[in-house]
Nanobody, 117 residues
């Protein structure tokens, strides 16, 4: 089982990026995105259910970021708009081990997003 995140890069404040996370080996009911800024702990940003009928966002990204998924491609996306310098972080995709467990047991390798002011 593998989660492969991509799409990070350098962008100016106010710009947009779309992150992708391709899963292989199995499918997951809940998938999500986390981020870890320099010197800070990893924090939750967004999650989405299999049917995309349940989404949840951290207050810090609500209204700016949109999580989506394509189950035919076993891929989850994070569209990030109106980026701010404080969004600079390594972004990780993750998947819950089962639909009933809150634990994210599978993690991607992370992709770096740098937002310049």
């Amino acid at each position: 089982v593998q989660l492969q995140a991509s799409g990070g890069g350098l962008v100016q404040a106010g710009g947009s990026l779309r992150l992708s996370c391709a899963a292989s080996g199995r499918t997951f009911y809940f998938m999500g995105w986390f981020r870890q800024a320099p010197g800070k702990e990893r924090e939750f940003e967004a999650r989405i259910s299999w049917h995309s009928d349940i989404t949840y966002y951290a207050d810090s990204v609500k209204g700016r970021f949109t999580i989506s998924r394509d189950n035919t491609e076993n891929t989850v996306y994070l569209q990030m708009n109106s980026l701010k310098p404080e969004d600079t972080a390594v972004y990780y995709c993750a998947a819950r081990s089962s639909s009933w467990s809150p634990t994210y047991g599978y993690w991607g390798q992370g992709t770096l997003v740098t937002v310049s002011s």
